[in-house]
């Protein structure tokens, strides 16, 4: 690959120039370089409209769409288990597993019933399935450690329902669910394509709760992406080498766990007309943050750090600004930060003729409680919250990853005998 | 072709150029018309009277909204639902005249939100026992139908109002620079909230009251724009007299506004055009350097 595609792939996934995911932070495990594009980024004017990705290893210690560099297209869908019994459960996840080997890999699938039988691929991408940078990143809730399969001493420590913050406006219909899939790759019609067909193979074991669509959008017009608000949404991300401190699950967690990581899911609907009414002084004293250039308000550039000590009264960037209380940067709070792997959404219209658009929050991290709850409480009542409604998501923890062609989701998990620790 | 006309159409192209570099055209109906040139600085004493009548004006809805809520308690007290949930909409009305709803925006502080909070951020929503106020007997009235319950969470909701003292209020409204700023916001949004909260039915618990909602949300509007009027018309000589019949449209469409999809679909384009012509007063009437 050239140079310039390799840039155009990283630049797509928002990482360029910014202090967000740095090229090592491909998939743990992964080859970086394969990771990187083959064709040209789809949002690129002249672009190859049939450019694909190429595949993202699918085996490793960890699973990939953690520290994978943000693809352009996201589906986020929270299952709950219908399975009754440890063995149909383990089923499911061997189908799911089998499923996603095939699907990240890509290629032609199998029909062994020829014409006598309906196809065994929808089709939708043709007979010769491109991977398309597929991740599939696979997530358990709390409520799957339940009587129902004997899981319950074997909870995640910090795993929970999530229960409302005093800002949010949560829809039981779009929070929780006994698993969360994450599917995120080149394209939208290659996610779809592969919810069809996960969904597909475990009829009877699992019913879908929720499911939320979400895209990255292009560096506008250079760095990480805006979200709908305008703003670089990202910027501050953690850098890879301290995934074992922030990311990876800690040695103070059940054995099984090892390798995963707690994923947040908020479905946060941004009020984006009454956004458009406020003056861009007071979006950026909201914030934080230049909004043309995402520099925080002390600074010149996106990548510049705040500094808060210099300013303590809060007259360059507000106290309250959203930056500064997310992550005030002290070292107390150096412990705090999380991996954001965040996505744009668009869902029609409110029923008040407001269009329904948001952000797809998502991040990982090492503990719930330490880090994203930690922040999350903090940021109660920011001047933000007008203009925003968590209206759904969850708690996951996304489990470690499948290490071989043997191995499969949760097998460490549940192979772990009923009640026993 | 005459010289004047000759300039005519190079003005013509002028503006086509304009336009076509970004110019915002807008629906006509949301023309506030400009700021004027060089407006003067607000100075915080230009607020304060303002500020004293709309207090007065709080003041007055709580004494009429006092013997509304004592109404309803006898209601209740008499067993009588219907007649409960008639007086219940009555002092709901006169609540929401103050410009007041759900707590947005943090008018009257904490005590605000324990008279008209919503259950949506509390943990176990609707059964927290820190769902307190008019929503909270709304769901006992309209959708638990526990007459009961609404007796002892209406007992709680009048004590909650009679904590909205002159004390308290002017506690919350205080008169410093930053917090009279908080206060010229409520000009856009306690419509803004009428939209996001009333017409989406967000913060319905049965009563289905949104259309007489918002006609409240406007009347409370009309009063900012009314106390504010002289300092608004020499900075944005068009706004008030457009907002002022945006204002009429709302009314007249929320009359309308039984009729099905079509009706509603004309109040929600009514309340959003008028928050258009509302956006800019915040920025207007501000105080230099009020934030400290």
Not at chain 1, 27 to 50: E, F, I, M, T, V
Not at chain 2, 48 to 75: F, I, K, N
Not at chain 2, 152 to 161: F, G, W, Y
Request: glycine share 10%; charged share 20%; hydrophobic share 40%.
């Amino acid at each position: 690959m050239s140079d310039t595609d390799r840039r155009n792939f990283l630049r797509r996934a928002g990482i360029v120039g910014a202090g967000a995911l740095g090229a090592g932070a491909l998939s743990g495990q992964a080859d970086s370089a394969n990771l990187l594009a083959d064709g040209a980024p789809q949002n690129q004017a002249g672009a190859d409209p049939a450019a694909t990705l190429p595949a993202v290893p699918f085996h490793g210690t960890h699973q990939a769409g953690i520290l994978t560099p943000r693809q352009p297209a996201g589906a986020w869908v929270a299952f709950d288990v219908t399975a009754d019994t440890r063995q149909q459960l383990t089923d499911l996840f061997k189908a799911i597993t089998n499923e996603v080997r095939f699907l990240t890999a890509g290629g032609v699938r199998p029909d062994p019933h020829g014409t006598f039988a309906p196809p065994t691929d929808s089709g939708t991408l043709g007979t010769d399935v491109p991977a398309d940078g597929l991740t599939a990143t696979l997530g358990v809730g709390a409520s799957l450690f339940d009587h129902r399969f004997g899981l319950a001493a074997y909870r995640p420590r910090r795993l929970q329902a999530m229960t409302p913050f005093p800002n949010d406006n949560l829809d039981p219909a779009r929070t929780g669910g006994d698993l969360l899939l994450q599917l995120c790759a080149g394209s939208q019609d290659t996610v779809l394509h592969a919810l069809r067909q996960i969904t597909r193979v475990t009829r009877g074991g699992m019913q879908i709760r929720w499911c939320e669509d979400g895209f990255a959008s292009p560096a506008r017009p250079t760095g990480v992406p805006r979200n709908h608000f305008a703003f670089k949404d990202g910027i501050a991300n953690p850098l890879p080498d301290a995934a074992p401190q922030l990311l990876w699950a800690a040695a103070s967690e059940p054995a099984w766990t090892r390798g995963g990581t707690y994923h947040v899911v908020r479905i946060i609907q941004m009020f984006t007309e009454f956004w458009d009414r406020v003056s861009t002084q007071e979006q950026q004293q909201m914030i934080g943050r230049n909004r043309d250039s995402g520099a925080p308000l002390d600074g010149s550039k996106e990548t510049d750090t705040p500094h808060y000590g210099a300013d303590p009264a809060g007259n360059v960037i507000p106290l309250t600004a959203h930056i500064r209380v997310a992550n005030p940067r002290t070292a107390k709070t150096e412990k705090e930060r999380i991996y954001r792997r965040g996505y744009n959404y668009d869902r029609g219209v409110d029923l008040n003729g407001n269009l329904d658009m948001g952000l797809l929050f998502n991040a990982f991290c090492q503990d719930l409680d330490r880090q994203y709850i930690a922040i999350q409480n903090r940021l109660v009542g920011e001047p933000m919250v007008d203009y925003i409604s968590p209206v759904g998501g969850g708690y996951f923890f996304a489990l470690p990853g499948v290490r071989d062609k043997s191995d499969h989701f949760a097998a460490g998990l549940l192979t772990l005998s009923s009640g026993a620790r | 072709m005459s010289a004047r006309l000759l300039s005519t159409v190079a003005a013509l192209a002028a503006m086509a150029a304009l336009t076509a570099c970004g110019q915002t055209t807008r629906t006509t109906d949301t023309s506030a018309g400009p700021v004027a040139p060089n407006p003067a600085p607000i100075q915080t004493e230009q607020l304060l009277g303002p500020m004293g009548s709309y207090e007065t004006y709080v003041y007055r809805h709580l004494a009429t909204l006092r013997p509304q809520l004592a109404t309803l308690q006898q209601d209740l007290a008499a067993n009588n639902a219907s007649a409960a949930k008639r007086d219940w909409q009555k002092a709901r009305i006169s609540w929401l005249q103050i410009g007041q709803d759900d707590q947005q925006y943090g008018a009257f502080g904490n005590l605000g939100g324990a008279i008209d909070g919503l259950a949506a951020g509390l943990k176990g929503g609707a059964h927290s026992a820190a769902f307190t106020g008019f929503h909270r007997v709304e769901y006992d009235l309209y959708t638990s139908h526990n007459l009961h319950a609404a007796q002892a969470d209406t007992a709680k909701l009048r004590s909650l109002v009679s904590q909205m003292t002159p004390q308290t209020v002017t506690k919350d409204l205080a008169l410093t620079p930053k917090s009279l700023d908080t206060w010229v916001l409520r000009c856009h949004e306690i419509l803004e909230d009428a939209l996001r909260d009333s017409l989406s039915r967000n913060d319905d618990y049965g009563s289905h009251m949104e259309l007489a909602s918002v006609s409240a949300d406007v009347t409370a509007t009309r009063e900012m724009l009314s106390v504010l009027g002289p300092l608004i018309q020499p900075r944005m000589p068009g706004l008030l007299s457009t907002a002022a019949r945006q204002l009429r449209t709302i009314d007249a469409r929320i009359k309308a506004a039984h009729g099905g999809t079509a009706a509603r679909e004309r109040l929600n384009a009514s309340v959003s055009a008028a928050l258009e012509t509302l956006a800019p007063v915040s920025e207007v009437i501000q105080i230099t350097n009020a934030n400290t």
